[in-house]
């Protein structure tokens, strides 16, 4: 059973930041590509940014030059470090991995709780 924990959400006042983890845990082989979605009241779950296992990133345009995503293989941990956050950034974030469970078995998508992220004054 893999598991994906997000951590670091709250209220913040625009212009503010915040550093959302994400940790993955359980019994599994390999975890790939790791990236954040968020979707907001009303709206679709959008893309946020994601990064390979190789450290290779992209970003959604709405966040470009403010939010960075980074991993730690060796602890099987996503962090996206959000910088002048807006009030149109308030959603509930979302943590999504490629996680090979076994060798011979394809890479599956796995999402975590969600955290809530609230950024008004």
């Known amino acids: 059973q893999v598991q994906l924990v997000e951590s670091g959400g709250g209220l913040v006042q625009p212009g503010g930041s915040l550093r959302l983890s994400c940790a993955a845990s359980?019994?599994?082989?390999?975890?790939?590509?790791m990236g954040w979605y968020r979707q907001a009241p009303g709206k679709e779950r959008e893309l946020v940014a994601t990064?390979?296992?190789?450290?290779?990133?992209m970003y959604a345009d709405s966040v470009t030059g403010r939010f960075t995503i980074s991993r730690d293989n060796a602890k099987n941990t996503v962090y996206l470090q959000m910088n002048s956050l807006k009030p149109e950034d308030t959603a509930v974030y979302y943590c999504?991995?490629?996680?090979?469970?076994?060798?011979?078995?394809?890479?599956?998508?796995?999402w975590g709780q969600g955290t809530q992220v609230t950024v008004s004054s």
């Open positions: 999504n991995a490629g996680v090979k469970v076994r060798p011979l078995v394809g890479a599956q998508p796995y």
């Open positions: 359980g019994s599994f082989f390999s975890i790939y590509g």
């Open positions: 990064i390979t296992s190789g450290g290779s990133t």
